[in-house]
């Protein structure tokens, strides 16, 4: 998981409800060179657009978003996800996470859930949410407090603001939806506008 995001480092996190559109999504952002998604667990149809994907787009590393129970661990890594993110942890959720044999990025916003997380062995957390909990600031200020953890921030990052937090030392990768809207979804223009997007990255 290190790897694959060291090198492809923005990834987009999509939130898909319809099969048909969600392929059209990834041939768009995977054939443009960003591989790796996070598709959240937020719709009906979650499971079925990952399948989908899985199956259409092999070079594709697909993980599956928001998850907040035990039981979704397994349920990610029986249809194809290569890793699993979640907003917060538990210490259930770690353990679960190892238990099942799948990557995972748990989500921290305060230093004492940092400290919390490093003290269960977890080096690599998502910063979440990451424009109302200080932004690129707090991380460039967490780099000297934190040495040894490296994060991958999401939530508020845009197309104006996300080189910046990539300029950071601690900060390995970054999330955001912000290259496909909900606007663009609804007005079935995505092709387009991911497509500009992607050409400025």
Same mark, same amino acid.
């Given at each position: 998981? #290190?790897?694959?995001?060291?090198?492809?480092? =923005?990834?987009?996190?999509?939130? #898909?409800?319809?099969?048909?559109?969600?392929?059209? +999504? $990834?041939e768009? %952002?995977?054939?443009?060179?960003l591989s790796?998604?996070? =598709?959240? %667990?937020?719709?009906?149809?979650? @499971?079925?657009c990952?399948?989908?994907?899985?199956?259409?787009?092999?070079?594709? @590393?697909?993980?599956?978003?928001?998850?907040?129970?035990?039981?979704q661990?397994q349920q990610?890594?029986?249809?194809?996800c290569?890793? $699993? =993110?979640?907003?917060?942890?538990?210490? $259930?959720?770690?353990?679960?996470?190892k238990?099942?044999?799948?990557? /995972?990025?748990?989500?921290?916003?305060?230093?004492?859930?940092? +400290?919390?997380?490093?003290e269960? *062995?977890v080096?690599?957390?998502?910063?979440?949410? $990451?424009? &109302?909990? *200080?932004g /690129?600031?707090?991380?460039?200020? /967490?780099?000297n407090?934190?040495?040894?953890?490296? @994060? !991958?921030?999401?939530? *508020?990052?845009?197309?104006?603001? /996300?080189?910046?937090y #990539?300029? #950071?030392n &601690? =900060?390995? !990768?970054?999330?955001?939806?912000?290259?496909v809207?909900?606007? !663009? %979804?609804?007005?079935?223009?995505?092709? %387009?506008?991911?497509?500009?997007?992607?050409?400025?990255?």
């Amino acid at each position: 998981m #290190l790897n694959k995001f060291k090198n492809s480092p =923005v990834i987009p996190v999509l939130t #898909l409800d319809n099969v048909d559109e969600s392929l059209k +999504i $990834a041939e768009v %952002l995977v054939t443009s060179g960003l591989s790796n998604l996070e =598709v959240t %667990l937020r719709t009906p149809n979650a @499971f079925k657009c990952i399948e989908a994907i899985k199956k259409e787009f092999s070079e594709a @590393f697909i993980g599956a978003g928001t998850l907040v129970k035990k039981e979704q661990f397994q349920q990610v890594k029986d249809i194809g996800c290569s890793f $699993a =993110v979640s907003p917060g942890f538990t210490e $259930a959720l770690v353990y679960e996470a190892k238990k099942v044999g799948i990557s /995972y990025l748990p989500g921290v916003s305060t230093p004492s859930e940092i +400290i919390r997380l490093r003290e269960l *062995g977890v080096s690599f957390q998502k910063f979440f949410h $990451a424009s &109302n909990s *200080g932004g /690129y600031k707090i991380l460039q200020a /967490y780099s000297n407090i934190f040495t040894d953890i490296k @994060f !991958c921030p999401t939530g *508020g990052i845009q197309q104006e603001n /996300y080189q910046e937090y #990539l300029k #950071l030392n &601690n =900060v390995l !990768c970054l999330g955001g939806s912000w290259m496909v809207s909900k606007g !663009c %979804l609804k007005d079935k223009n995505f092709t %387009l506008h991911v497509e500009e997007i992607v050409k400025n990255f």
